[in-house]
């Protein structure tokens, strides 16, 4: 029986889908663009192959898109079709996509951890649930999944890397900052082409503050991010976030235009609404205007594509994101229709579902409330949950926007107890407040 590159037993009679499976979680570990082409080569070789079926359909789960949902469902099928001639360990990736794709995610977590409990190098296992920890908001078990695996993995073995970066984010995310970084220079040590690596030391420079460094970081090993996917665009989302914090807002906008919010780069016209790249368009337009800069036009194609998603609460961090768009563009109704899309969603059942119901229900409609100047209906909508929104997914960087925005109807409502309870918040990180753009200014007024 062939073996993947970790040498676990996969069960296809075609040697070329056994390698273009190798290439394809390869591809995938090191977030390139050119998963989709080895995958279709992967199928093509061996339709039967029940985990390269399984495969397919993790990876378009991956988008969180609803309309994506009936492909992967139908990946599903044939994995579940082939999966009695499989090997145990296949059968139970095969569990986890049905229980992914019944938005059951405590179970999808489990079956991934069973079977990195019976075979720790299980790096598809390993990355995904990575990967759904985060977008659920549990980084702690980001942090104990990798840890329990890591005694099983050395340098020699493929996607050594992978893990390291997997260990340097989730360690930033529970601010364990010293412990993080190290782990993800030595990731980019072992590949300078290692994104996930890259962005994540990203991230600890960008909660220490340490903005210079930050850029160079970035500068240093930008030419080796032509192969990513849409992960570039985050890591062009970061550079300008330091520029931010330095006040240079020109830069951002260039960033914005040129780089990480580009309408006519390749990838942005192959995904036009891929949830990261709205997320880091939408956030850093919020945060300029709340510097007083012009976004012009720029909120209107987001809010375009936001309105061809309405219904579609795969991703809920994403949902604030799209209601920005529709707020500062005054569409009331398709802001309106998005409200009643996403009630109509909360009240089935399903993990995403509690999600959307508890919190990005809410928020959103404190983003509304926000952009109307009515600002005590926005605290009012964002106090039960401010705390929480992590339950969304997302990074701590990234879910500053919902801080900053509490804080912006704390600071226009004239109450101190909020701005004071944001502002602790965000205490803990190494970056004082005083020191940020988004509080500084509040710090100063609300500091007796």
Excluded at 87 to 106: G, I, K, Q, Y
């Amino acid at each position: 029986m062939p073996q993947d590159m970790h040498g676990l037993a996969i069960t296809t009679s075609s040697p070329e889908a056994a390698a273009a499976f190798d290439r394809t979680l390869r591809s995938y570990l090191n977030f390139r663009i050119d998963a989709r082409e080895h995958l279709t080569a992967m199928v093509k070789a061996d339709p039967e192959f029940a985990l390269g079926q399984c495969l397919k359909g993790y990876l378009t789960m991956l988008l969180y898109k609803q309309a994506a949902a009936p492909a992967a469902a139908a990946a599903a099928a044939e994995a579940r079709r082939f999966a009695p001639g499989a090997t145990a360990r296949e059968r139970m990736h095969v569990d986890a996509l049905e229980a992914w794709l019944a938005d059951d995610m405590p179970r999808t977590t489990q079956i991934w951890e069973a079977i990195l409990a019976e075979y720790p190098t299980d790096a598809l296992a390993l990355r995904l649930a990575h990967y759904v920890y985060f977008w659920t908001g549990r980084a702690p078990d980001m942090l104990a999944s990798a840890e329990r695996v890591r005694p099983k993995w050395s340098r020699e073995l493929p996607g050594y890397g992978a893990l390291l970066a997997s260990l340097c984010f989730a360690h930033e995310e529970l601010g364990n900052y010293a412990e993080a970084e190290p782990l993800g220079r030595e990731a980019v040590e072992i590949d300078p082409t290692d994104l996930w690596g890259t962005h994540a030391v990203a991230h600890v420079m960008e909660m220490q503050g340490r903005h210079g460094e930050g850029i160079d970081w970035l500068a240093s090993l930008e030419r080796h991010w032509e192969p990513g996917n849409n992960i570039r665009h985050h890591l062009w989302w970061h550079r300008a976030l330091y520029h931010y914090e330095r006040r240079e807002f020109d830069t951002v906008l260039a960033l914005y235009d040129k780089e990480f919010r580009n309408l006519d780069s390749p990838l942005t016209k192959m995904q036009p609404d891929f949830i990261i790249d709205v997320q880091n368009a939408a956030s850093m337009l919020f945060r300029l205007e709340r510097q007083g800069v012009d976004a012009g036009r720029r909120w209107a194609e987001i809010a375009d594509k936001a309105e061809t998603r309405i219904g579609d609460c795969l991703s809920p961090f994403t949902l604030p994101h799209w209601m920005m768009a529709l707020a500062a563009t005054g569409r009331a109704d398709a802001a309106r229709r998005a409200i009643e899309g996403m009630e109509a969603f909360a009240s089935g059942a399903g993990s995403t579902a509690a999600t959307v119901r508890r919190v990005a229900l809410p928020v959103c409609k404190a983003v509304l409330a926000h952009r109307r100047g009515e600002h005590t209906a926005a605290l009012g909508l964002l106090r039960p949950v401010i705390a929480e929104t992590q339950r969304l997914g997302g990074s701590h960087a990234q879910h500053d926007v919902l801080r900053q925005m509490f804080l912006d109807s704390a600071v226009h409502a004239g109450r101190a107890d909020d701005v004071k309870a944001v502002l602790g918040l965000v205490a803990h990180y190494p970056a004082p407040v005083d020191r940020r753009v988004g509080y500084a200014e509040a710090a100063r007024q609300f500091s007796h």
